[in-house]
């Protein structure tokens, strides 16, 4: 058992999966392809904005020989199916230089890893853009995908070596990992990224503001519903004192009835006078 920084953190997730080795054998395994690349971007941006919109690619790589660009997202967000369908188009758009032409050079495959979960609860989603009839037969001309993966959802249906990629994210969520559940070279080598022992000063700085980032959205989020919930309650007394006014009830009835104040009250009957 070894103790790990956690591939929730974009800061780790990307310290890790930017190695080429453990880059492409993830493709390999997701797409059941074989990329030929040398370097992985982080933090990837075009220079000309697409939209008005600039997305940033967590882990970025293209591969000139075999004509492919692979993006790899970790985050999740509450918008996250249409987030990375628009960076995804935004990665074949940039291609496109003119109006002559709408074939883009490299083919495009992003693989969004959701390490939070998500509402489906599915381990794998994939977004096939290929065209297929009425009888649900594709034809070969798109090739791009989206594949959304969820490693809390892993089961015994989940595809052999995928499985293997999606528990090692999974197990490491809680700060340790027992190596001998691991084989696959590639998977073994993320260990030497994200032991706690070998995590710079600068690398945890960032994982406490990632941290507390994720908590003030929890905390932003609980309290728009909490707001959410006292509006309605407060918008539903000021509809049963509309009614009350109408049936010509007196203020004080109305108040002790609903709980709004004289004020509100008094501005609801002239309203209701001037209509």
Known sequence: MIKVASLRYGVIFKKAFCDVEIFTGFVRDVLGIKIEIDKVETEKSFE?????VQPRFDLYAEDKKNRIII????ERHTDHYDRFLHYHCVALLE????SYDYSPCFNVYTIVVLTSGDRHKK?????????QDLEGNYIDEITHKIIFLCPKYVNEKTPNPLKEWLQVIND??????????????EVLKIFSHIEQNDISPEEKSRMIE??????????????GIEQGLEQGIQ???IDIAKVMLKKGLDY????????????????????????
């Open 123 to 131: 381990d794998v989603l994939v977004s096939n853009f290929a065209p």
């Open 235 to 237: 918008q539903e007394k």
């Open 210 to 223: 990632e941290y507390s980032f994720e908590e003030l959205k929890k905390s932003e989020y609980k309290k």
């Open 71 to 74: 993006d790899i997202q970790h």
């Open 48 to 52: 000309e904005a697409v939209g008005k």
């Open 95 to 98: 291609q496109i230089k003119n």
């Open 172 to 185: 490491s969520l809680d700060g340790q990992i027992d190596e001998s559940n691991y084989h696959l070279s």
């Open 252 to 275: 004080k009835i109305i108040i002790e009835l609903t709980d709004l104040n004289e004020t509100t009250i008094l501005k609801l009957s002239a309203e209701e006078k001037l209509r």
